[in-house]
């Protein structure tokens, strides 16, 4: 059997899983979360071996959640479960370390072929977030950086580390951590040295003063 920690801001959807979980003899929900930091605590109490993962949530998303969860070394497997497909939200949730990405219109023998591949450690993949994916892969999105991502950008380009640029804004560093990995997605690169030279060639940066 296979235990279930259920992740999502809306009690109705939390309810409906719920129920279509508890029906199959295959799964054993542990317990439920309605946004990522309730999420984490709930996770190192119970131990479930699969967590459906909203993304958007208020107060702390579910990316921030999925790198919390890994920084704490919790093993359950992350499956987010999400009305998004976008480039950034595939990319990020992948990065921070979830296991999977299933949007929530799939049916319900889909959804629960993926939950055992996660608890599996196999990754899932929903057919239109695959086909996102191997595009970002062959072509980075050209998705403009959002306020926040710039001014996080722009501290740690003046040489700040993520504690102190989270400081600066009054946020926490994962989140400054989340920033920077949806930066390094529509960038398409895979560090901080590459985001802040991109940003500068693509002119998200002031040139420097030479």
Not at 53 to 82: H, K, S
């Amino acid at each position: 059997m296979i235990s279930l920690l259920i992740v999502d801001d809306h009690p109705v959807v939390r309810d409906g899983l719920r129920g279509m979980f508890s029906a199959d003899q295959r799964f054993d929900v542990l317990g439920e979360a309605a946004d990522g930091a309730e999420a984490v605590a709930v996770a190192q109490r119970l131990e479930p071996d699969v967590i459906l993962m909203d993304l958007r949530m208020p107060r702390t998303d579910g990316v921030t959640a999925i790198t919390e969860l890994a920084d704490r070394g919790v093993p359950a497997r992350v499956l987010v479960l999400t009305t998004y497909d976008s480039d950034s939200d595939v990319l990020a949730a992948i990065q921070a370390g979830a296991t999977g990405y299933v949007l929530k219109d799939a049916p319900r023998d889909e959804l629960f072929r993926a939950v055992e591949a996660a608890a599996r450690g196999e990754a899932v993949l929903a057919p239109t977030v695959a086909t996102r994916l191997m595009g970002q892969v062959r072509q980075p999105a050209a998705e403009p950086l959002s306020q926040r991502e710039l001014e996080v950008l722009e501290l740690i380009a003046g040489g700040m580390t993520n504690r102190e640029a989270a400081r600066q804004l009054f946020i926490s560093e994962s989140t400054v951590k989340t920033y920077l990995l949806q930066v390094y997605a529509k960038l398409g690169v895979n560090d901080r040295a590459a985001a802040v030279a991109t940003a500068f060639a693509e002119g998200y940066l002031p040139a420097r003063d030479r």
